[in-house]
């Protein structure tokens, strides 16, 4: 979002909400002029600030309008005054968007449970919200989701008696979130392609592996696929991008019909074994589209990092691992959101589908610095007795890149191949199954985890087979093929080597024969396909060298998505934003209210002596106080208390102790009265006998 001010009116008190505004322009690098980022209308005067073109949503780059219906037709029973209302409301709104030229948000807030009318509130939010369909410079919002809190935990009854703050500070941070996002929307470019892993992120398995029938789609699973499917829906183009066996993902699609999402909603895939920078740039030249118009989706940490490096245009956002946590990283994922839906952006997929065309990548970059600051580790060992079932099951589930196609391993020896990087560890990957023959060492079984492969593992194994044959003073190493449905990786990783092919057991088995000496010189370098990096964006800086905007993006993007999912959160955040300093000596009250004035104030206290109205505070920041007071210790502090110089930390702390003593002294006597009205006369006579004995 452009830096801007966001101006502010409401038909209630509405001052609470600026400090969780400021935290998110701040949150976005939005805010500008501190001290100018948020400006209120005065008091209950929304009407006005609409048609003045000199008020503060006149001037300020965004308005946010909240209103209550309870306070715009106050005391009227029937709905024909809240729709005349509502009427009212949007030609004003209208007026002031198209003066302005500015975003305007609407609120229509929650009604208050004592005197508020839930009929007029639904009233005035379905009239406004169909008012304002498909609408681009007015936006209306009914609530605060997702930020939505508990119910209990939206209304402030006392704040809304004594100053007419009629929601908790947890309510305004939901406000405040949900109004920022949707501004976010309507001012920030929205992608036009949402790009997607398989395994890992659209089910749980290795289709490769486990087979098309062995992923798993489970609840959590099928909530990511509506998340999909709702993109699709509004105009996004649904692009698939995995290194896998392009078969085996139609598979998938084809044995589970009651996906939300099916192949006919997949503008363009790229599933193969290139890199998905590469991938990536394919399908966008593919769909005449830049890089910066996409997002991709990926729970794999080398991934992301991959395409961050090769398409720093692209928004590549690591996606958790856990399907819950992965499904609500999409619902909190902000530049997913559409303000505005058209008829032609649902037809946008079935357009491309029809009319795309595919153009030649222009211009390179290269991968190599990316490959080189991975800090891969590969450590290959002998197998022992703990090795056995990882082993076992490597050679019953690895296909592609399995050169043999071998299940069984029948071998001399065995050796385990384990790899991590600087992104964490893989465990072990991969398996070699070797023999020796004459002067041959033969490696019957050579194979190797697709989630480690082309990052040259495979080419670390196979020098590690040749070094060992040139210690043992072997002259050549073999590695036995045959050819499969799945195993066309291996095939490519042979066909670039030294070798020479020795058939053997018909046209499908071979063996690749390499020079010792030629095997243990084998290193990975990235080759034309994965080198190949242009597409219609055509403007990338060197490899590894993301840009540092793009770079903060993502950053900013899966920050959000993942910390600052509810009110608490973000209240936390605010606070983790103004620090307290630690006085010694303090009592945990004195702390505590001095923690309350760092969140309210302009100036934190740095003393129990500093006072409230030196640091700052004024009626309404009084008021905000004595609720958190009353919320936080369950006493009220009278204004007389307050209103007075002496209204320090100190003395506010002592005040608060003695209205806790007086409230527990009159609970006391309370529960004394209690206990002698449920007694009897003769129980009462027996207690003062004895009293006077």
């Known amino acids: 979002m452009n830096k801007i001010g966001v101006g502010v009116a409401a038909t209630f008190t509405a001052e609470p909400l600026g400090d969780a505004l400021r935290f998110w322009l701040a949150e976005l690098d939005a805010e500008g ?28 780059g965004a308005a946010v309008v909240l209103v209550r219906a309870e306070d715009m037709v106050a005391g009227q029973d029937g709905l024909d005054e809240v729709e005349a209302v509502a009427t009212d409301l949007a030609a004003a709104l209208r007026t002031s968007a198209r003066a302005s030229g500015t975003p305007h948000v609407l609120v229509v807030c929650p009604p208050s449970p004592e005197h508020g009318s839930p009929e007029a509130h639904a009233c005035l939010a379905s009239k406004l919200a169909r008012a304002f369909e498909g609408d681009r410079a007015v936006s209306v919002l009914t609530s605060a989701e997702p930020y939505e809190p508990a119910p209990e935990a939206v209304h402030d009854a006392f704040a809304d008696r004594t100053g007419n703050v009629p929601y908790t500070d947890r309510y305004f941070a939901a406000l405040a979130a949900a109004a920022v996002r ?88 790229r599933v193969g074994w290139e890199a998905k920078s590469q991938a990536l740039r394919s399908l966008a030249a593919e769909l005449d589209l830049g890089l910066d118009s996409f997002v991709f989706l990926d729970d794999s940490p080398v991934e992301c990092a991959e395409v961050r490096a090769g398409c720093p245009e692209v928004l590549t956002l690591r996606l958790p691992a856990d399907a819950a946590e992965a499904a609500a990283f999409l619902r909190h994922c902000w530049p997913l ?257 001095m923690r309350m004035w760092a969140e309210l104030l302009d100036v934190a206290p740095t003393s129990v002596s500093d006072g409230f109205f030196q640091l700052g505070g004024h009626s309404l920041r009084l008021v905000q106080f004595m609720a958190r007071v009353r919320a936080e210790f369950g006493v009220e502090l009278p204004f007389d208390t307050l209103y007075t110089t002496s209204f320090t930390v100190a003395e506010v702390a002592k005040a608060i102790e003695e209205r806790q003593l007086a409230d527990a002294d009159d609970e006391e006597l309370a529960g004394l009265l209690d206990e002698l009205a449920g007694l009897s006369d003769e129980e009462i006579d027996a207690l003062l006998d004895s009293g006077n004995g």
């Open 182 to 269: 949707r501004l976010h929307a309507m001012t920030t470019p929205r992608p036009k392609v949402v790009a997607v892993d398989c395994d890992g992120t659209l089910w749980d398995g290795v289709v490769g592996e486990d087979g098309p029938d062995g992923v798993v789609i489970g609840p959590e699973r099928m909530e990511i696929w509506r998340e999909l499917a709702r993109q699709v829906a509004a105009g996004r183009l649904l692009c698939l991008c995995s290194k896998n066996e392009e078969k085996d993902v139609r598979e998938v699609f084809a044995r589970h019909p009651e996906l939300p999402v099916g192949l006919d909603d997949v503008a363009a895939m």
């Open 337 to 593: 959101d559409l303000v505005a839906v058209t008829e032609a952006d649902r037809e946008r997929t079935r357009r491309y589908q029809e009319e795309r065309q595919r153009e030649q990548a222009r211009g390179e970059m290269s991968l190599a610095d990316f490959f080189a600051t991975l800090e891969l580790r590969v450590t290959i060992t002998p197998a022992g007795p703990e090795n056995e079932a990882r082993a076992a099951q490597l050679a019953e589930r690895t296909n592609q890149f399995n050169l043999s196609g071998a299940r069984r391993l029948d071998g001399d020896e065995k050796f385990v191949v384990d790899v991590s990087d600087r992104f964490g560890d893989y465990g072990v990957v991969g398996l070699t199954d070797v023999r020796t023959e004459g002067d041959t060492l033969r490696a019957g079984a050579f194979l190797l985890s697709c989630r480690a492969l082309g990052r040259g593992v495979e080419h670390r194994m196979l020098a590690h087979l040749g070094a060992l044959a040139h210690e043992r003073g072997l002259a050549r190493v073999a590695l036995a093929f045959r050819a499969t449905e799945r195993n066309q990786p291996a095939r490519d990783f042979l066909a670039a080597l030294p070798a020479t092919v020795e058939p053997y057991d018909g046209e499908e088995a071979a063996w690749y024969v390499l020079d010792a000496a030629d095997a243990a010189a084998v290193v990975h370098t990235p080759g034309p396909a994965e080198e190949r990096a242009a597409g219609p964006a055509g403007t990338t800086g060197p490899a590894g060298s993301v840009d540092a905007a793009a770079s903060a993006g993502w950053a900013a993007v899966e920050r959000i998505a993942t910390r600052l999912t509810g009110a608490d959160a973000i209240l936390d955040a605010m606070r983790a934003a103004r620090p307290v300093t630690e006085v010694a000596g303090a009592s945990p009250v004195e702390a505590t209210v």
């Open 33 to 60: 002029d501190a001290e100018e980022a948020v400006a209120f209308a005065p008091y209950d005067q929304v009407f006005p600030s609409l048609l003045d073109s000199g008020s503060v949503l006149g001037r300020a």
